[in-house]
Structures are given as structure tokens and as C-alpha cells.
């Protein structure tokens, strides 16, 4: 009964695990009914009260794919969390002039976590940190209240950092540990020691901030909180809102995704390889069996491997889904016979040369921003004249066997999208495709081309990696 009320499901355990794999589902974590069972089976085998083993036993039984384990964390923290309430109470806030309730000693609670993180105390930093939630939550700092309106408590995980600052505790603790041992200085064991205490502030800050998560949500509700706070899987990142710490941690995710892609491409060629019925053949075996065919033969499928062209726009927000589509690209390189790729903001240029097998491709969206010519006037998009200057001077890339991708938001900033020409291209090629990274609901607002650009050419919305990779997926040769 207790665990119940803890857990706070009417149906005790059993609905609490079913309330958490709904929350992972929405989240974009696959989840069937085998994985949640073998869930079952670990909330059966586990202790409960070890909540770390708890975290790493449903881990196993119910994710399937790197990149979900953000997710689940965030998750598992809220439905299975660490503490009701201020939790145990066994760290005293220091307050101003000891008045119970009052303000919060900024600079008294400095020297605690100061000593804390020198020490390394890892459990003592936890209790801290549930401490400085509710007291400041509560009763806010001496001079700099945080408090809600109405004297409702207010947890900010923003404030409570801002006001401790412990990045800024770095120097003091370092100066406190030589001359606490002179005899371990160095400017190895210095830099060792650094880097150690600044872990130590990295996962007090995430203590906090989760502390906060942890409060909200007991006030809130945990499901509106999991709305905002859970982090988006970098699969599930929309190209175009993106930052850049996002963009780095999607560009991570190419090879595992290029190999998935290849995995189910082997699987459609082999479903594939029998092609149509050969009734020459096939009329010939049946002589052996009576006129009967006991055994069909197949026409061969000899797939062939197609030429690859790429014109994207490197733009601004759009260099990022470019850059990750040519990553893309280069990871399946292998499924095609040649690929050519052409950058353009205002004119096109190749650019084959940096995506070689081989090539370096750290930074290389900035190398092509440098070393080819794509600007003229003002450096904004100008499809028309793009598809233009590539029709003259790259014209002959395209022929009866190439496969032509466009990667852009058809954004023209109101120039001539120069219909004509992309006809021409299109009508050389053997398949042409545009993916375009903008919700669909937004081609044709503003200086947007692209529902004239659709009727040209198959446009496909293509916001997210996951979007990507289905595009990709359907395209790729069989």
C-alpha cells in the first residue's frame, strides 16, 4: 500500500509501469508489449528501494536504440523519483540572523557547498541540493527573494544557480586543496584537479536542476511537466530550431542511422531479387513433373546503382539540415554508382571534392562557405539564379541514369524561381526529389516558392532526421 501511494497509481505497481511506458511512447521511445513485460519481470526481480539498479534494469529491458537514454532518464526521475517533498531535512540551510524561515544566508551556504565540493561528497551534494531547492523555493535569498506570487513557493532552478554560482567556487577550492597538500602541485595534478571539480560542479548542477523538475512536477502534475522538460531525441530535433549543441549531437547519430537505412535496404533487395515470373523457364522444369510447375523460375533483378546529384542551399538555419543530408549522403555513398554534390546560395559551385571518401569532414560546411563561389550581391537565396548557373556550367551532370536530390527551403526572397530551367533539369534526370526542411504548412507563406517549385518536382517535408530517413528510405535504389 505504501509503494501505491508512493507511486501514485490506482492500480498500484503493475498501472504505475504501464503509466511510465505510455510517457515513454509519447516521447517517441518504441516500447511494445514483450519490452514492457520484461519490465515487469525486473520490477518483480529488483529491490525497489535501490533505485539505481531499478534505473539501469528498466533501461535494459525497455530501450532498444541509442539516443533514448535522455529521455528515459528524465522520465524515470519523474515517476520514479528520488524524494517526496524537501526530502529527509538532514541538511540545515543557513538563514539570516538564524531566524527560522527567514531569508537564506547566500554566503553561508556558499562555504557548505564550497567544502562539499572539495571534499567530493556526492551524497552530501544531493541532500544540499534538495535543501537549496525548497528553502529558496520558500523563502528566496537575503535581498534577491525568489518567491511566487501570493508567498507560493517558486522552484527555479535559474535562480538557485545564479544565486550560488558554483562555477565561480573553482579558484577558491583549488587554492584550498594546495595548501592542503603542497606537496601533490604540479601543473599535471593542477589540471587533473580542475577538471575533477568541475565534474563535481556539472553534477550539482544537474542535482538542482533536477530537484527542481522533481518539485515542479509534485505541484504540477508529472505529466504536464514531461510536456516541457523532457528533451527532445536527436532523431525528433527539427533541423530549422536547432541549436548548435543539438546539431552536434544529431550529426553524431548519421552512422547509426545510414546503417539502419542500409540494413533495410538489404532486406528490400533480397525480397526483391526473384523479380517477375520467367514462363520460358518455368514451362520448361514442368516437363520433368508432368506439365505440372512444382518449381516457378524467376527473372533475375540485376539492380543497378544510380548517379547521385545534390544541389543544397547553404544558407543560414538551412546549412544545418544540408550539412546533416550530406552526411547522410556520404554515409550510403556505397549505394550509389557516383555522386556529385553542388552548393549554392546565389550561384552554384561544386563541391564533390570535399565530401571524397576519405575527406575530413569536420568543419566542412565552413570550408564550402569559403572556397566556393556562391555569393554575388547580397548573399541571399536566389534559387533562379542557382538552378540557372548550374544549367550552364553543370548541365551535362545530369543524365537518363542520374537521381537528383535538392535539399532547400524554396525561400527565394521574392526572386524569379526560374521554373523553366528546373523543368529541364528535372526532365533530364531519371528521379528527381526535393526535400525540404519547413513544415509543410508553411510552403507558400511569405517569399516561399516552394508549392510552385511542387508542382514541378515531388516535394517532401523533411524536418527531423527520423523524417529524413524515411524519405531517404523510399529513394534509395532497389
Not at 31 to 47: F, H, M, N
Not at 267 to 283: E, I
Request: charged residues 25%; neutral net charge; aromatic residues 6%.
Amino acid at each position: 500500500m505504501e509503494t501505491q501511494e508512493r507511486l501514485g497509481s490506482e492500480y498500484g505497481l503493475s498501472g504505475h509501469l504501464v503509466d511510465f511506458v505510455t510517457a515513454l511512447r509519447s516521447h517517441g521511445v518504441a516500447v511494445g508489449p514483450g519490452e514492457t513485460v520484461d519490465a515487469a519481470r525486473v520490477l518483480g526481480a529488483l529491490d525497489l528501494l535501490h533505485r539505481e539498479h531499478l534505473r539501469e534494469g528498466l533501461a535494459a529491458a525497455l530501450l532498444r536504440r541509442s539516443g533514448q537514454r535522455q529521455a528515459f532518464d528524465t522520465l524515470f526521475d519523474l515517476y520514479f523519483p528520488a524524494a517526496l517533498g524537501a526530502g529527509s531535512g538532514d541538511v540545515e540551510v543557513p538563514r539570516v540572523d538564524d531566524v527560522p524561515d527567514g531569508p537564506v544566508d547566500v554566503d553561508a551556504l556558499r562555504d557548505i557547498l564550497a567544502d562539499l565540493l572539495r571534499d567530493g561528497d556526492d551524497a552530501a551534494l544531493q541532500e544540499l541540493a534538495r535543501a537549496v531547492v525548497d528553502a529558496l523555493g520558500n523563502s528566496g535569498g537575503a535581498g534577491q527573494g525568489i518567491r511566487g506570487a501570493g508567498g507560493q513557493p517558486s522552484w527555479s532552478a535559474y535562480q538557485a544557480l545564479r544565486m550560488l554560482s558554483p562555477e565561480t567556487l573553482l579558484a577558491r577550492i583549488m587554492d584550498d586543496l594546495k595548501a592542503a597538500n603542497p606537496d601533490e602541485t604540479g601543473e599535471f595534478s593542477d589540471e587533473m584537479r580542475r577538471r575533477e571539480i568541475r565534474d563535481r560542479i556539472a553534477a550539482f548542477r544537474k542535482m538542482v536542476t533536477d530537484e527542481v523538475r522533481r518539485r515542479t512536477a509534485e505541484k504540477r502534475g508529472r505529466d504536464q511537466v514531461a510536456k516541457t522538460a523532457v528533451p527532445k531525441q536527436a532523431e525528433q530535433v527539427e533541423f530549422l530550431s536547432a541549436y548548435a549543441e543539438q546539431l552536434t549531437q544529431l550529426r553524431r547519430t548519421v552512422h547509426p542511422l545510414a546503417r539502419r537505412l542500409a540494413a533495410r535496404l538489404a532486406v528490400r533487395r533480397k525480397r526483391a531479387n526473384r523479380g517477375t515470373l520467367d514462363m520460358r523457364r518455368t514451362l520448361r522444369r514442368s516437363m520433368s513433373t508432368g506439365g505440372v510447375p512444382m518449381r516457378p523460375a524467376f527473372k533475375t533483378r540485376r539492380p543497378g546503382r544510380p548517379e547521385l546529384v545534390i544541389l543544397c542551399d547553404v544558407s543560414g538555419s538551412v546549412a544545418g539540415f544540408s550539412h546533416f543530408t550530406l552526411l547522410l549522403v556520404q554515409a550510403l555513398r556505397e549505394q550509389f554508382s557516383k555522386v556529385r554534390v553542388f552548393a549554392f546560395v546565389e550561384r552554384t559551385d561544386e563541391v564533390t571534392h570535399l565530401f571524397d571518401p576519405g575527406a575530413d569532414l569536420a568543419g566542412v560546411m565552413q570550408r564550402v562557405l569559403r572556397e566556393a563561389d556562391l555569393t554575388a550581391f547580397d548573399g541571399h537565396s536566389d534559387y533562379g539564379a542557382s538552378f540557372g548557373s548550374f544549367a550552364e556550367f553543370w548541365g551535362e551532370a545530369i543524365t537518363s541514369k542520374s537521381s537528383v536530390l535538392i535539399l532547400g527551403d524554396a525561400r527565394t526572397n521574392y526572386r524569379d524561381p526560374n521554373l523553366t530551367v528546373l523543368r529541364r533539369i528535372v526532365g533530364a534526370a531519371r528521379h528527381a526529389h526535393w526535400l525540404n526542411p519547413e513544415p509543410r504548412r508553411q510552403w507558400g507563406s511569405g517569399d516561399s516558392a516552394a508549392l510552385r517549385y511542387a508542382d514541378v518536382i515531388p516535394m517532401h517535408e523533411c524536418r527531423t532526421a527520423a523524417q529524413l530517413a524515411d524519405v531517404v528510405e523510399a529513394l534509395l535504389p532497389v
